[in-house]
């Protein structure tokens, strides 16, 4: 949250010396206008990044990571899997963006395709994406299926 409010009033100060600049005209060197130009994308962006880590933060304090059971079907099967936080984070996000893909797991494969369904409880779209904008959102259980040509 500081970090946040601090990239804030920097990117705001920093417009304001460059509008203060671009309206007198030879106050200050074409470098120097240049150079705050080129730094009010970079503030913004380090706001924006830094308000998201804040949100995703403030999100997984309040969700408590238990162990997912779910049964999937899929391929004319029942799989009955219980699943990590990243798993069910994992299988949450393929079944929300309709992706395709094996899960590969020590006791076999369980192909997820479109038309899976799935019983159970998954992990809430907002503690995903605060996982995956943690960085910890890791599926290399999960392999893509190579398309066909």
């Known amino acids: 949250m500081i970090g946040t409010a601090f990239f804030f009033l920097?990117?705001?100060?920093?417009?304001?010396?460059?509008?203060?600049?671009?309206?007198?005209?030879?106050?200050?060197?074409?470098?120097?206008?240049?150079?705050?130009?080129?730094?009010l994308p970079v503030l913004a962006a380090m706001t924006a990044a830094n308000a998201g880590q804040a949100r995703a933060n403030r999100v997984l304090s309040g969700y408590s990571a238990a162990p997912s059971q779910v049964v999937?079907?899929?391929a004319g099967r029942d799989y009955p899997l219980t699943l990590n936080l990243v798993a069910a984070g994992c299988l949450e996000r393929t079944m929300?963006?309709?992706?395709?893909?094996?899960?590969?797991?020590?006791?076999?494969?369980?192909?997820?395709?479109?038309?899976?369904?799935?019983d159970g409880q998954l992990p809430p779209t907002?503690?995903?994406?605060?996982?995956?904008?943690?960085?910890?959102?890791?599926?290399?259980?999960?392999?893509?299926?190579?398309?066909?040509?």
């Open 72 to 74: 999937l079907h899929t």
């Open 10 to 39: 920097l990117t705001l100060l920093s417009a304001l010396i460059l509008v203060v600049f671009l309206l007198r005209a030879g106050a200050a060197r074409p470098m120097t206008v240049w150079a705050l130009a080129a730094l």
């Open 96 to 118: 929300r963006l309709r992706g395709e893909s094996n899960l590969e797991l020590p006791q076999g494969v369980v192909p997820i395709r479109k038309d899976t369904a799935i």
């Open 126 to 149: 907002d503690v995903v994406e605060a996982l995956s904008l943690r960085g910890q959102l890791d599926c290399h259980e999960f392999k893509p299926l190579k398309k066909r040509r």
